[in-house]
Antibody, heavy 128, light 107 residues
Framework: QVHLQESGPGLVKPSQTLSLICTVS??????????WTWIRQHPGKGLEWIGYTYSSGNTDHNPSLKSRVTISVDTSQNQFTLRLSSVTAADTAMYYC????????????????????WGQGTPVTVSS | DIQMTQSPSSLSASVGDRVTITCRASESISIYLNWYQQKPGKPPKLLIY???RLQSGVPSRFSGRGAGTDFTLTISNLQPEDFATYHCQQSYSNTRTFGQGTKLELK
């Protein structure tokens, strides 16, 4: 069973860069049809997809976050990282790392893309 | 981006009730629709994928329907452990999006 764990500072000052690491254990971050994903949840709100990386280093991110997002992977450490620059109070949220299965086929042949593993989440507050 | 609109945003019900939550996509997403359940202080958990397929281990009182733009999650015979927040998510486009969530509360 793959386990994901977020780590990083819980408090970031406005205009600085938020950096979080997700460490994957119980399985390799390499190979497989997985994307390694960051999702956040503002207090009392819904979920917001931030972006993902493949183990190859190819990434994609939510256009609403413009160019502030950088997601990278370190396969030697079995980790992937989120960097969000120029943070404001609007970036205060619970941040989750997760694994998405890109090509999931069930026993009946149904195809899906599912998020099947989540970290416990780490709260980040942006405040001076 | 594909917008996902869930309704209602909150819902009160009693144990044993049957409830339905709706999720509407701003454009067709075929059946690339997942439902997640989230309890306070916990990450979401996958309930249903491909609009109607029950994830392994999920009780059969949960069911999903729909295709294109309109989807529903129905919970029959509500149990105490079902009071939680439910999120729909489209995985049709590269930019994944979630609905705003529906909080199911005990009446």
């Amino acid at each position: 069973q793959v386990h994901l764990q977020e780590s990083g500072p819980g408090l970031v000052k406005p205009s600085q860069t938020l950096s979080l690491i997700c460490t994957v254990s119980g399985g390799s971050i390499s190979g497989g049809t997985y994307s390694w994903t960051w999702i956040r949840q503002h207090p009392g709100k819904g979920l917001e997809w931030i972006g993902y990386t493949y183990s190859s280093g190819n990434t994609d991110h939510n256009p609403s976050l413009k160019s502030r997002v950088t997601i990278s992977v370190d396969t030697s450490q079995n980790q992937f990282t989120l960097r969000l620059s120029s943070v404001t109070a609007a970036d205060t949220a619970m941040y989750y790392c997760a694994r998405e299965v890109k090509n999931y086929y069930d026993s009946s042949g149904y195809y899906a893309r599912i998020i099947d593993q989540w970290g416990q989440g780490t709260p980040v507050t942006v405040s001076s | 981006d594909i917008q996902m609109t869930q309704s209602p945003s909150s819902l009160s019900a009693s144990v044993g009730d049957r409830v339905t939550i709706t999720c509407r996509a701003s454009e067709s997403i075929s059946i690339y629709l997942n439902w997640y359940q989230q309890k306070p202080g916990k990450p979401p958990k996958l309930l249903i994928y491909a609009a109607s397929r029950l994830q392994s281990g999920v009780p059969s009182r949960f069911s999903g329907r729909g295709a294109g733009t309109d989807f529903t999650l129905t919970i029959s015979n509500l149990q105490p452990e079902d009071f939680a927040t439910y999120h729909c998510q489209q995985s049709y486009s590269n930019t994944r999006t979630f609905g705003q969530g529906t909080k199911l509360e005990l009446k």
